[in-house]
């Protein structure tokens, strides 16, 4: 019998908070005329070339790149807490397993699967790779506007504490562009997930610190959000890499809406 441990707390606790803002699925309710869960695969560890994802020690996603996704959802058998629910672990392509914990995926709910951190955080722990799970809203939104969930894998160089984050828009104006964003949400642990509902239009994104008021930006990018579309815009990379690609960066991934 698998042993979920502690982290399988956790992960239902980010489902609680993510259903409460919106951003949950229809939950099971022990229905079984619900469909099964679905969920999709993310890996924003900046120092892995490829990641393995599996539940229950089956591979259901091989080798994802860094700041790519499997190729879409996935249904998946739904299983109760009396069998133990799903085992989910990850680990490089092929190599030695890098996390795992037990949580349960309810019938009729949509998931994106993360792995955020650091494959080598030499001493310092906090940074290590890490599975992390978000229950999504997979309807379209409606009339001109696009879904914008944030997630926040930002690491800060070696050496230094990671601090919070301000995802935000930067909007032409007096005297600032950085004041007053139209599209803003503030002070984002690691590990967290935003959502956002927006005009679909097109937009600079920045990450800033969240804990001071002078502007310390740690990545920016442009992009143009579709009508009706779903984004998960994940900030990953860590301050001080020598490898630009690996340095901090937001990127966009498209999901499919659900009918």
Same mark, same amino acid.
């Given at each position: ?5 502690? &982290? #399988? ?8 908070? !993510? $259903?409460? +803002?919106?951003? /949950?699925?229809?939950?099971? @309710? ?69 996390? &795992? #914990? ?8 949509? !998931? $994106?699967? +993360?792995?955020? /951190?650091?494959?080598?955080? @030499? ?137």
């Amino acid at each position: 019998m698998k042993k979920l441990g502690m &982290r #399988f707390t956790v992960a239902l606790g980010v489902l609680a908070t !993510t $259903l409460l +803002v919106g951003c /949950g699925g229809g939950g099971g @309710g022990g229905s079984q005329n619900l469909p099964d869960p679905e969920v999709q695969f993310i890996n924003a560890s900046p120092d892995n070339t490829g990641i393995d994802f599996l539940l229950n020690d089956v591979v259901e996603a091989n080798n994802v790149p860094f700041n790519g996704a499997s190729p879409d959802f996935q249904t998946i058998d739904y299983i109760d807490g009396t069998d133990d629910g799903y085992d989910i672990s990850i680990r490089p392509n092929g190599g030695e397993e890098l996390d &795992r #914990f037990g949580t349960i995926f309810n019938r009729d709910t949509d !998931t $994106l699967i +993360v792995a955020l /951190g650091l494959h080598d955080p @030499g001493t310092e722990f906090d940074k290590r790779c890490q599975i992390f799970t978000f229950p999504i809203l997979r309807t379209a939104p409606t009339g001109n506007r696009a879904r914008v969930y944030v997630i926040n894998g930002f690491i800060r160089a070696t050496g230094f504490i990671t601090p919070n984050v301000t995802f935000q828009s930067v909007d032409a104006g007096d005297p600032s562009p950085f004041n007053n964003p139209s599209v803003v949400t503030r002070d984002m642990p690691f590990g967290t997930i935003r959502a956002l509902t927006v005009d679909a239009t097109s937009f600079q994104f920045i990450a800033r610190r969240a804990d001071t008021d002078a502007l310390v930006q740690y990545a920016s990018t442009n992009t143009t959000l579709g009508s009706g579309k779903i984004y998960a815009a994940i900030i990953t990379g860590q301050e001080g890499q020598a490898d630009p690609d690996l340095q901090p960066q937001i990127t966009f991934i498209e999901l499919t809406t659900s009918l």
